[in-house]
């Protein structure tokens, strides 16, 4: 079976709870309680999403995150109740999309799911005409085919990393804030400052000659980015 929404979460009237309130507003939700649980539920059903909490009792959500990255890329959220910048950068790091601190307003949470489900589901909102592509320096990016070369070298980027990388290019040499981003990226104005420095920092370990000295992706100091073509 698919469901929309997969919460993994050891307080089980929290998980009981907000997957009652998530089917009540038609994202189809169950919840498992432990890490076991989860991985015995992708060998026989499938899921869009992910909420997924860091301590599961005698298991780590961290290392069930890693554990779930080598069969699927649909989106992990992180619920935790852990605030520290530390247990966010792990979880972003290891391949979470998001982190969600605890306690959360249900409709405020339901929204941000809502938003993600929207954005992958309906799939790039970039795709063009087949011979629609941006460039700038070595780098090349195939709008049709959700493709991006650096030097002619295919460059694997996670869904969220290419579109931050498209909106980027697309507005090539102009400042882009923060929460132009957030809006057109994530789809939401939620999304965390250490969410999206993360992205950023993702994408330039991956196109830029230099990540400690980028060429193409520049921080605007309290403002946002702009992606220029490499000229100083």
């Given at each position: ?21 998530f089917n009540m507003f038609e994202v189809n939700t169950t919840f498992v309680t432990t890490a076991e649980e ?51 950068l792990i979880a972003l790091n290891i391949g979470g999309d998001d982190y969600i601190q605890k306690p959360y ?38 709008l049709s085919l959700n493709r991006v070369s650096v030097n002619g070298v295919d460059t694997k980027l996670k ?74």
């Amino acid at each position: 079976m698919k469901y929309d929404c997969l919460i993994v979460d050891d307080e089980t009237v929290l998980a009981e709870t907000t997957s009652e309130y998530f089917n009540m507003f038609e994202v189809n939700t169950t919840f498992v309680t432990t890490a076991e649980e989860c991985e015995r539920f992708f060998d026989e059903h499938d899921a869009s999403l992910i909420l997924l909490d860091i301590n599961l009792g005698n298991a780590s959500g961290f290392e069930l995150c890693k554990k779930l990255r080598q069969r699927t890329q649909i989106p992990i959220l992180f619920i935790s109740a852990r605030s520290s910048d530390d247990d966010i950068l792990i979880a972003l790091n290891i391949g979470g999309d998001d982190y969600i601190q605890k306690p959360y307003t249900l409709s405020v949470l339901l929204a941000k799911v809502k938003a993600v489900l929207k954005r992958y589901g309906s799939g790039s909102n970039t795709s063009q005409a087949a011979d629609n592509t941006v460039e700038f320096g070595p780098v090349k990016i195939d709008l049709s085919l959700n493709r991006v070369s650096v030097n002619g070298v295919d460059t694997k980027l996670k869904k969220l990393e290419y579109k931050l990388l498209v909106y980027l290019a697309q507005h090539k040499n102009k400042i882009v804030t923060k929460e132009e981003l957030f809006y057109n990226v994530w789809g939401d104005s939620i999304t965390s400052d250490g969410t999206l420095n993360v992205h950023i920092r993702h994408l330039r370990e991956k196109i830029e000659p230099d990540p400690n000295d980028p060429q193409y992706i520049r921080t605007v100091w309290g403002t946002g980015y702009v992606l220029e073509d490499g000229t100083r």
